[in-house]
């Protein structure tokens, strides 16, 4: 029996807690009460307000005219945040038990290598799935609403999981659960899918898990072929992420965006199929062909009749690996650029083309001659603007992009990494927005691309998005749990995903007073954290104090003068460890 493997990195749901269990337990009675139209409505309707204001959800979900339509909306919010995969602690760490199975199930959940376990179950049992996700506040006659519905679709793909996990993940294990009697029920359809899922987890995941050599990915050469990129699957999906966020956009500023930056990664790339590519093309409105095995050959234009909008410029800002290792996509971008800039508009507008006519004439007015100074014009692909803001040594058709820069987008195709996990996020899209600011004095609009499910792509605003994921996971006690468990490399982790939030915030605007009253509260003036922290990594906990009042003398964040008075008193008694900490360095 496989009594524990190594995960890459432990997923596990976000659950609720708090203000957002008494607020699913509100919106359950208050769905039972308007099944059955019992008279203490308008009490449920007062206490469901009361518990909502408790979850800051006034910006998010505004209660609107109608109030059953704003429980959907609120119910929404609550199985998102119970169902949202989060990180379990550090990476690297060997997973058994329950934290073994959430990892696994994490990974099968939506779709990916395998058909999504959710989604079979989910029609095994009479129910659409985008049901139990939209709708999850419509009631059977049983009183059980889909978002408890949805909770014990959870609860049957943790047994099936537990069932392979008994017996060490192994074929005969699956063949094992394949004989349960509920699961003979299935039909044969749902049957076919669960051994694929199953083939999935004993064949390709376990094994990758069972080896330490297994941690990292194997490296990929400089030269790795990407002629596939993007592929079929991955056209369709950044088809869907590209019209989100132009929907997405159209609903903040009631117009088409003209530019768009977006972000990309050469490994997000690789692994989604090329996602973010399909998205860059669909933008301008350029569709590739393939050959019979799946390869680029080359790309046409998307008629202007079928398209029906304005062609929209983008901006790519790529890494120094997608740079060096994605050269055949760097040319395929560049040719659309070119290609759109060449096309016909016909009835929809070409943002590329009177871009590219407009710097060409700047660019010649400074000296440059034509052919030059439109090469130049039509350059789409640039690294990241510097993160201190410095915008001398940036090219001038880069400041003139960023000038018009209408919104920038990051995608993630995996729950397994986001916007708080590593610096270089915002190093990126953040000092995308920075630069932005910088040069116009407005900031433009930042949105989060999530494909972690393929078959419900969503855009977030960015703002939203870092909701979403402080009380998925920065505040979640099951996270900051799982970080004390590492002792002193946790509490130096918490400090660094504070440092994150901060410097998110300085860029991007992203953090609001409640946000850093909570994580001054929970991080640093609990007491139990405070003693761990001071006994186990006490330069953590200055720095942490130092970060939050550094956010408050810069403007950022209004802190209650109690708050800020304790963190000042903390930090003071912390100097003279910092004092003795640098004198040992010295």
Request: proline share 4%.
């Amino acid at each position: 029996m496989l009594s524990s493997l190594i995960a890459p990195l432990p997923m596990q749901r976000a659950g609720l807690y708090g203000a957002w269990g008494q607020l699913e337990d509100v919106l359950q009675a208050y769905c039972r009460a308007r099944l059955e139209e019992l008279a203490e409505l308008t009490e449920l309707k007062t206490r469901v307000r009361q518990r909502a204001a408790a979850c800051h959800l006034t910006e998010d979900t505004p209660e609107g005219d109608d109030f059953d339509d704003y429980v959907g909306r609120l119910y929404r919010r609550v199985v998102d945040l119970r169902n949202m995969p989060v990180r379990a602690g550090l990476p690297d760490r060997r997973l058994s038990g329950a934290a073994l199975t959430a990892y696994v199930v994490s990974r099968v959940r939506f779709a990916g290598e395998a058909p999504s376990l959710l989604r079979v179950l989910a029609k095994e049992n009479g129910v659409a799935c985008e049901d139990l996700l939209e709708r999850c506040s419509l009631t059977a006659e049983t009183g059980e609403t889909l978002g408890e519905t949805l909770e014990r679709l959870e609860e049957m793909m943790v047994k099936l999981v537990d069932g392979l996990a008994a017996g060490g993940f192994s074929p005969a294990a699956a063949e094992g659960v394949m004989a349960w009697p509920n699961v003979q029920a299935m039909t044969a359809e749902g049957q076919a899918a669960l051994r694929e899922i199953f083939a999935y987890i004993t064949e390709k995941l376990a094994p990758s898990l069972r080896s330490p050599s297994m941690k990292q990915a194997p490296e990929i050469a400089e030269t790795a072929d990407c002629a596939g990129l993007p592929s079929p699957r991955g056209w369709e999906i950044g088809q869907k992420l590209g019209q989100e966020l132009i929907d997405r956009y159209i609903r903040d500023e009631g117009r088409y965006p003209e530019t768009v930056a977006m972000i990309l990664w050469e490994e997000a790339n690789r692994r989604s199929q090329g996602q973010c590519v399909a998205e860059f093309l669909y933008l301008l409105g350029v569709r590739p062909r393939w050959d019979k095995r799946e390869r680029v050959t080359g790309l046409e234009v998307i008629p202007a009749r079928e398209l029906r909008r304005p062609r929209i410029d983008v901006i790519g800002c790529v890494s120094g690996r997608f740079r060096r290792r994605m050269g055949a996509v760097m040319e395929l971008l560049s040719g659309a650029v070119r290609l759109i800039n060449e096309a016909t508009t016909q009835d929809a507008d070409n943002f590329v083309a009177r871009h590219v006519e407009s710097d060409t004439a700047r660019l010649m007015m400074k000296g440059e001659d034509a052919a030059d100074a439109k090469k130049e014009a039509l350059r789409r692909l640039f690294l990241e603007p510097p993160a201190d803001g410095n915008m001398a040594n940036i090219p001038l058709v880069l400041q003139w992009g960023l000038r018009r820069l209408d919104a920038v987008v990051k995608n993630e195709d995996t729950r397994a990494t986001h916007m708080f996990c590593s610096d270089v996020y915002n190093a990126c899209q953040g000092a995308v927005i920075a630069a932005v600011k910088k040069l116009t004095g407005r900031r433009a609009y930042g949105y989060a691309g999530d494909s972690s499910d393929p078959e419900r792509v969503q855009v977030r605003p960015l703002a939203a998005e870092a909701r979403r994921l402080f009380w998925g996971e920065a505040v979640n006690p099951k996270f900051i749990a799982e970080l004390r468990s590492y002792g002193a490399e946790g509490a130096h982790e918490l400090a660094h995903y504070l440092e994150r939030l901060c410097r998110w915030d300085e860029t991007s605007g992203i953090m609001e007073d409640w946000m850093y009253e909570m994580a001054a509260r929970l991080y640093v003036l609990n007491k139990e954290s405070r003693q761990w922290m001071r006994d186990l990594a006490p330069l953590a906990l200055q720095t942490q104090c130092q970060l939050l009042l550094e956010a408050a003398d810069r403007g950022r964040w209004q802190a209650r003068g109690r708050t800020r008075a304790s963190l000042e008193a903390l930090s003071y008694s912390l100097a003279s460890i910092e004092e003795e900490s640098g004198a040992a360095r010295a």
